[in-house]
T-cell receptor, first 111, second 113 residues
Framework: SQKIEQNSEALNIQEGKTATLTCNYT??????LQWYRQDPGRGPVFLLLIRENEKEKRKERLKVTFDTTLKQSLFHITASQPADSATYLCALDYGGQNFVFGPGTRLSVLP | SQTIHQWPATLVQPVGSPLSLECTVEGTSNPNLYWYRQAAGRGLQLLFY??????ISSEVPQNLSASRPQDRQFILSSKKLLLSDSGFYLC????????????FGPGTRLTVT
């Protein structure tokens, strides 16, 4: 079965630095890879989607890369702020109703 | 605009009691609907999805069931809760297969005692 790993369970960085979160998977690559933000006690919120034939996608301070050779996606937050502190989930979307969520990385941006 | 509601927000139930969680979506029609469970420190586990009224697909065998009595209403039920049913239950929707992101509700925290 598909296995997803997201770097460490928790990541602490200093305000103003770039946060880099990793999503690694086994088996075959998905058609789409999505990133979500989840605050404590809340439902996840969609951030970005990248297709298997795209190398990079940007949205404001967010950047996502997708390397199907390495079976890895990187999620970057530049000029990080304490308000960026949350859990970030990656999700593999194989099309139709076939998708899998990773366990998440809890990011803490320290002032 | 579209909104998704879940209730109750929190629930404490004894083992063996029944369960009914409700999810409704406003501002859209014929959405794909999903029930997930999230255990502490783990990813979202897809429990059920529905592409239309009365159409339910189960992803994980368990003592839970789902129903979709109306286009924008999705219900998660159990006849007898187990301790292992404790968790954070999330309902989500998406417009259809042409749109890939999912929109999640606020969730229900269920504690089975």
């Amino acid at each position: 079965s598909q296995k997803i790993e997201q770097n460490s369970e928790a990541l602490n960085i200093q305000e103003g630095k770039t946060a880099t979160l990793t999503c690694n998977y086994t088996n075959y690559s998905p058609a789409y890879l999505q990133w979500y933000r989840q605050d404590p006690g809340r439902g996840p919120v969609f951030l970005l989607l990248i297709r298997e034939n795209e190398k990079e996608k940007r949205k404001e301070r967010l950047k996502v890369t997708f390397d199907t050779t390495l079976k890895q996606s990187l999620f970057h937050i530049t000029a990080s702020q304490p308000a960026d502190s949350a859990t970030y989930l990656c999700a593999l979307d194989y099309g139709g109703q076939n998708f899998v969520f990773g366990p998440g990385t809890r990011l803490s941006v320290l002032p | 605009s579209q909104t998704i509601h879940q209730w109750p927000a929190t629930l404490v139930q004894p083992v063996g009691s029944p369960l009914s969680l409700e999810c409704t979506v406003e501002g859209t029609s014929n959405p794909n609907l999903y029930w997930y469970r999230q255990a502490a420190g783990r990813g979202l586990q897809l429990l059920f999805y529905s592409v239309g009224i009365g159409q339910i697909s189960s992803e994980v065998p368990q003592n839970l069931s789902a129903s979709r009595p109306q286009d924008r209403q999705f219900i998660l039920s159990s006849k007898k809760l187990l301790l292992s049913d404790s968790g954070f239950y999330l309902c989500a929707w998406r417009p259809g297969l042409a749109s890939y992101e999912q929109y999640f509700g606020p969730g229900t925290r269920l504690t089975v005692t």
